[in-house]
């Protein structure tokens, strides 16, 4: 099941690529004179997705445009030296793998990889491409596919790592042998395509020919992703609310990475059938029904323990009641039952939800909030309807004029139409019927137009006493004029949408089982995606029986106890230290707290001279600490060491 | 202007190579009279310099192709090791004169079997009585070789002992080359910068032959005059004329203008060349782009260039982060606590005294500051309340792999490591809107 999510993402970036790739194709055909053809990729700075992209971009060049295809990245390419290494080195395994059955090949490419230059690239190609020609007709396939002279695609992965120097002298370079060589670049762009201009001086960038591409925003990928897995029926398990809201935080606020997003829905998809034991029954409704009727006993214990179905049980007759908790078949019935309702609702919640957002997203400021992922949010967080924003935006959605409505009107019909929903038949039955009547209305607001008209032809003729009068009974009027018609339709429009709203978009956690489908713990999904080492060791040092479990280190407040780690005495010591830590000090305290149980005993006098042992236990926690990075040798004062945190986090 | 004369080569060799490298004429005629004949030994090497694009490669190659003379040319920047070059020349020396025996291969590490396998090579291929000429253009990169190779190539006819002369190209004064253990001192040859009467007969000589010579002269007399202010590089002019030309043409093509109406198609392509300036060196779009566009005959508004797209997308807390590197870059660390802290006490500045401070610090650029101070700034300029996570740590090193940050000092230096922000204001203002 893990596996059909990944596919269908995989393949989703590479469909975002598609576009793309058509480009490539038809403009990787003309070659200028001098001049290197270069595309440079705006990525955004979701530097974590990019390998996924470029590999999937260098798979659909090899597949439809050339075999030779180099991907190069700064950290490998120090010197220009290390480039032509690299490169040389990927493109003639490239080849190799085209062929691989000329043994002769391998050879020469062993022993090519002595000189590592561009004359030997060039011989190379002109090897390759000789090879090919003399054997097209036999190999029909090969140059069918490519193109009669393959170019030489050498990918930049990240542009902005690369020294200056490096990337001069490579492009200096393949300019003077473009007619040879036929090669194109592709520079793999994060930030602002400015950045080739503070790399490259004029004299190199006159060498290349350069054409922007701009991927998709990662916002737009996001979107694109909680629409195909989470806005789905097709996928059993969801999300709750708080843990869609902390993955899309990390996404926002952290690092845009679609790829980490990804990373952590596969997390809740793992930690919920690791943790939840009845998430057996989180699969399609015909599967689920089969695994219903093989529960064991304990499993239909586990469902009556669950807070939702004790809802629905004491919402049931006392007969039922005992029913539903003694008889497992009885209750087994009842559980398909409210899985099939689940079902439904969930077929239900969809376009539902796509209508309303149909709606809030054009209003004025988003009281609802501009992307539907936010919608999805709120209708799970509570009841949609009883909201504020929610009554915001239906009063706004009172004053959209008539074309705005229409047009909307249009699409949640589409909307209705491709969804699967049974129910919905009479939905679009009634929504197309306010279609047609604003279509009547129409022709009725034109007669009415005409009628004000033809009113004011008579003020006109009266004097100026008279128009003010007529003016004032025409305010009256109008405060006290009853709605028109296009207006009471707009008003049952809205209702009628409100109605849906409420019958639909009832949250998930007011569902009967739906601990069995959606994944709730959001605390353990931030606990491992948003670390945070920091807090995580002073917890450890402050407290080891958190991560010990040994009951005589637990800690009583704030006292400090002999029976822990040295090194959480010495850290707890230091914590109550300025920026210079004086180590006799430090010494003297830690063996007071050390020795405070064998206090009593009566070895007051010697406590003045420490113990050797209890120093090499000092020494040897404050070079723990110093390799934690708490603290640091001091050459301001002898004898002292430096804090380098400040607080307690 | 001189005619090229010279007793050693025949006048209708010369006559060709005057018209291949128009106003050279004075140049060629001094090498000329340099190299002399064919068999005589010249000068050991020759430095010759000059500006981007003023002929100098194109001149050299020219001319010893034209008179066939035994040569060699590397280019420097292509054979980044002294090894790569020295085993360049040797393969083209042996190409040289027999071109149908393949080159075997030649291994040489060191100058010294350079020198050996030179003389072999040019034994071998009965070239004793000539002068080879070696040429190494971009010759700069030599410096950065090892320290022998470039003294040793200027005295190379002395260490073969062989008829051979080194001739250097490069963009840079033979000053910047010395040596500091002193060396063989080359003859320089300096090329000046076209002026504007030889860019405008350079350019008008590769008229596309569809138009004659005089129509295509206007037009580059029209294309130097709005040009030449700010463009003197023969590249990009080049670039340019070929790229508006086609816009100069329509009105011909289209039968609105004869060749003649010199008036009309100024008209016509003045908006055009206007446009285009705003790009030059830039290379904004690409030619290919361009040409599209005018093909439609759209307005280059709506394909924007390269700098359109300046506004980068940043994550909310890598934001912050930036800002927060930029206050900690741009202000003195005494400030921190006025600024940053709720309670600071008396406001005691003045703003004339603020005001004096940031022009001079922006103009100081950005001062280095330790990760403490970075996190400490960004605590109080969030709102809400920010767990020191992983994941802020690993954006400061993504803002860093990004250049919008850059580490100071060694990169292994875990402890304290100190940041720069190396973003404009501009940037920061684009980003904290």
């Not at chain 1, 009669?148 to 490096?166: G, L, R, W, Y």
């Not at chain 1, 004299?203 to 990928?221: N, R």
Request: proline fraction near 4%; aromatic fraction near 8%.
């Amino acid at each position: 099941m893990n596996k059909q999510f990944f596919d269908n993402l995989v393949s989703f970036l590479r469909r975002s690529h598609c576009e793309f790739r058509e480009k490539a194709t038809e403009w990787t055909c003309r070659t200028k004179s001098r001049e290197i053809p270069t595309a440079a990729l705006l990525l955004g700075v979701n530097v974590t997705d990019h390998d996924l992209t470029f590999k999937s971009l260098s798979e659909v060049i090899q597949n439809n445009i050339t075999p030779y295809v180099a991907s190069l990245q700064a950290k490998d390419c120090p010197a220009i030296k290390n480039l032509m290494q690299k490169l040389m080195g990927q493109l003639m395994n490239c080849c190799v793998d085209v062929d691989s059955s000329d043994e002769e090949d391998c050879a020469q490419v062993s022993q090519n990889r002595i000189r590592c230059s561009i004359t030997s690239l060039i011989s190379w190609y002109e090897n390759i491409t000789k090879k090919t020609d003399s054997e097209t007709p036999s190999r029909k396939r090969t140059s069918s596919r490519h193109l009669q002279f393959p170019p030489v695609v050498v990918i930049f992965k990240d542009m902005e790592s690369f020294t200056t120097k490096v990337l001069q002298d490579f492009i200096v370079i393949s300019s003077q042998h473009i007619h040879e060589l036929p090669i194109i670049l592709i520079f793999g762009i994060a930030t602002s395509p400015m950045i080739i201009h503070s790399l490259l001086p004029h004299s190199i960038s006159s060498l290349l020919c350069i054409e922007l591409f701009q991927s998709l925003s990662c916002k737009e990928h996001l979107s694109t992703i909680i629409d195909k897995l989470l806005l789905t029926t097709q996928f059993a398990f969801k999300l709750s609310e708080k843990v869609l809201q902390v993955l899309i935080n990390i996404f926002l606020y952290h690092d845009f990475s679609v790829q980490n997003f990804i990373k952590g829905f596969q997390l809740c998809i793992v930690e919920h059938f690791y943790s939840q034991p009845l998430s057996v029954l989180c699969c399609q409704l015909s599967e689920a029904k089969k695994r219903v009727n093989s529960l064991s006993h304990s499993q239909c214990e586990n469902i009556r323990r669950l807070p939702s179905f004790r809802r629905y049980v004491e919402s049931q007759e006392s007969e039922k009641q005992i029913a539903l908790l003694t008889s497992d078949n009885f209750l087994k019935e009842a559980v398909q039952k409210l899985l099939e309702d689940l079902h439904v609702y969930h077929e239900n919640y969809v376009p539902v939800l796509r209508c309303l957002h149909v709606f809030t997203s054009s209003l004025p400021k988003y009281p609802l909030g501009k992307q539907i992922r936010e919608l999805h949010c709120a209708c799970l967080e509570s009841r949609v309807w009883e909201t504020e924003d929610y009554e915001s935006s239906l009063q706004l959605a009172r004053m959209l004029n008539k074309s705005d409505l229409v047009t909307m009107l249009q699409k949640c019909v589409e909307i209705f139409v491709s969804s699967s929903g049974k129910d919905f038949d009479k939905v679009v039955e009634k929504l197309k019927d306010f279609l047609a009547q604003f279509q009547k209305l129409e022709g009725v607001c034109q007669e009415q137009e005409e009628s004000i008209s033809s009113q004011k032809e008579l003020q006109k003729k009266t004097d100026l006493y008279h128009l003010q009068k007529t003016l004032l009974e025409l305010k009256e009027s109008r405060r006290s004029k009853k709605m028109t018609k296009f207006e009471m339709l707009r008003f049952e429009v809205v209702d009628f949408i409100d109605s849906l709203v409420r019958n639909y978009l009832v949250p998930a956690d007011h569902k009967t089982l739906h601990e069995i489908m959606y994944f709730n713990t959001a605390s353990a999904v931030r606990e491992h995606l948003n670390a945070a080492p920091r807090i995580a060791l002073h917890t450890a040092l402050n407290n080891p029986y958190c991560y010990l479990k040994n009951q005589a280190s637990k800690s009583d407040g704030g006292s400090i106890s002999n029976k822990a780690p040295d090194v959480c005495i010495a850290y707890k010591l230091h914590l109550e230290c300025g920026r210079l830590i004086n180590l006799v000090d430090w010494l003297e305290a830690f063996s007071t707290v050390v020795t405070a149980v064998e206090g009593p005993n009566g070895d007051a006098a010697v406590s003045d001279q420490v113990d050797d042992v209890i120093h090499a236990r000092f020494i040897r926690a404050v070079s723990e600490l110093e390799l934690l990075g708490f603290i640091k040798p001091s050459k301001q004062k002898t004898d002292h060491v430096a804090r380098l945190t400040w607080g307690g986090c | 202007m001189p005619n090229l004369e010279h007793p050693a080569y025949p006048a209708a060799t010369l006559l060709r190579l005057e018209s291949l490298v128009p106003c050279r004429e004075s140049q060629v005629s001094m090498l000329l009279s340099i190299f002399g004949e064919r068999q005589q030994f010249t000068f050991p090497s020759i430095f010759i310099y000059g500006h981007t694009s003023s002929g100098k490669t194109y001149v050299m190659q020219t001319l010893l192709n034209t008179l066939q003379l035994p040569h060699v040319f590397v280019n420097c920047v292509e054979h980044f090791t002294s090894r790569l070059l020295l085993e360049e020349i040797l393969i083209q020396l042996q190409n040289c004169s027999s071109e149908s025996t393949p080159a075997s291969r030649v291994l040489c590490d060191t100058f010294n079997d350079f020198v050996r396998l030179f003389k072999q090579a040019v034994t071998s291929q009965d070239l004793q009585d000539q002068t080879v000429y070696i040429v190494l253009d971009r010759a700069e990169q030599l410096r950065e070789m090892e320290a022998n190779i470039l003294p040793a190539f200027l005295r190379l006819q002395e260490l073969t002992d062989r008829n051979v002369t080194v001739v250097l190209l490069s963009e840079i004064v033979w000053e910047l080359f010395r040596p500091s253990t002193g060396c063989f001192e080359p003859l320089t040859l300096y090329f000046p910068d076209y002026s504007i009467g030889h860019l405008q007969k350079i350019l008008s000589n590769n008229h596309p032959p569809e138009y004659s010579a005089d129509f295509y002269a206007a037009y580059i007399n029209i294309l130097l005059g709005v040009f030449y202010m700010v463009c003197r590089d023969l590249k990009e002019l080049q670039h340019l004329a070929a790229l508006n030309f086609s816009k100069y043409c329509e009105p011909v093509v289209r039968g609105e203008a004869s060749e003649r109406d010199t008036r009309k198609l100024w008209k016509n392509i003045e908006p055009h060349l206007k446009k285009a300036m705003q790009t030059v060196y830039l290379r904004e779009i690409s030619s290919s782009q361009w040409e599209r566009l005018q093909q439609d005959d759209g307005d280059p508004g709506q394909l924007k260039g390269l700098s359109a797209h300046a506004h980068v997308e940043l994550p909310y807390y890598s934001k912050f982060l930036l800002i927060a590197a930029y206050l900690a870059s741009y202000n003195p660390v005494r400030t921190d606590k006025r600024f940053f802290l709720k309670h600071h006490g008396k406001l005691k500045k003045t703003n004339f005294m603020k005001k004096h401070e940031k022009t001079s610090n922006h103009l100081l650029g950005p001062k280095p500051f330790p990760l403490d101070r970075l996190l400490a700034i960004l605590y109080s300029i969030v709102d809400s309340r920010v767990a020191p996570t992983a994941n802020i740590f690993s954006q400061i090193s993504s803002l860093v792999t990004l250049q919008l940050l850059s580490l100071v000092g060694h990169n292994d230096q875990l402890d304290g490591p100190r940041y720069k922000c190396t973003v404009s204001l501009d940037f920061i203002r684009a980003i904290a809107r």
